[in-house]
């Protein structure tokens, strides 16, 4: 709880009755790599912040597994569409890592953004990672596959060093193959 309590104090004042009310609802999960937080089918009516390793979404309808989001320290993630939806969203979700999570019941935060502003502006802050996120891993996945290792390299820079090859591949949708070569590249592109 200790570390919710240091991540929560980068968002709230000490005294904002908000923080408290995070950190009484809030339950502290640890789990070990390659556990699954849900599946594809199921729907998990909690907002996790990640105090501690990766998570991340597979989309599992496609000829191969393809990581849709990755969740890493100081991001969150939910068990279901978004923060507003009890609905599943169709994802594979997974540690891919130890993971310690923070996770408060949906009903809950939403209450809490409802009657607290600093709760509707830390949720809107997390929002905006997520949204970043997503546009940088846009701007990866347009270039030729060949290209997108580089692109990751450029652009979210500790995912390489967090993700194994395998999960490397999932992320940037490519053969191992292919990213075998990208690697190569971009290490000899950098002499």
Same mark, same amino acid.
């Given at each position: ?12 004042? +000490? ?6 009310? $995070? $950190? &009484? ?36 309808? $496609? =000829? =191969? ?6 969740? /890493? ?7 279901? =569409?978004?923060? #507003? ?5 169709? $994802? %594979?979700?997974?540690?891919? /890592? *130890? ?6 019941? !949906? ?9 607290? %502003?600093?709760? %509707?502006?830390?949720?809107? @802050? ?12 846009? !701007?990866?996945?347009? %270039?030729?596959? @060949?290209?997108? #290792? &580089?692109? !990751? ?10 993700? +194994? ?12 193959? +292919?990213? #075998?070569?990208? *690697? ?8």
């Amino acid at each position: 709880m200790d570390r919710f309590i240091k991540h929560l104090d980068l968002h709230f004042k +000490t005294d904002d009755p908000c923080r408290q009310q $995070l $950190l &009484e609802h809030s339950k502290i999960i640890r789990s070990g790599r390659g556990q699954i937080y849900c599946r594809e089918d199921e729907s998990r009516p909690y907002w996790c912040y990640v105090l501690e390793g990766v998570v991340a979404a597979y989309e599992m309808n $496609l =000829k =191969k597994p393809y990581i849709h989001w990755i969740a /890493t320290e100081g991001h969150y993630f939910t068990g279901t =569409k978004h923060e #507003y939806s009890f609905n599943s969203q169709a $994802l %594979h979700i997974q540690f891919l /890592t *130890k993971v310690t999570i923070a996770c408060i019941p !949906l009903s809950i935060l939403q209450q809490l953004q409802q009657n607290y %502003h600093s709760a %509707h502006h830390f949720v809107s @802050i997390m929002r905006q990672k997520k949204s970043d996120f997503f546009n940088k891993k846009g !701007l990866i996945m347009v %270039h030729d596959a @060949i290209d997108r #290792y &580089e692109k !990751l390299e450029l652009l979210m820079p500790s995912l390489c060093y967090r993700l +194994t090859n395998k999960q490397l591949s999932e992320f940037l949708y490519i053969d191992p193959k +292919t990213l #075998y070569k990208s *690697k190569k590249r971009a290490l000899y592109d950098k002499k």
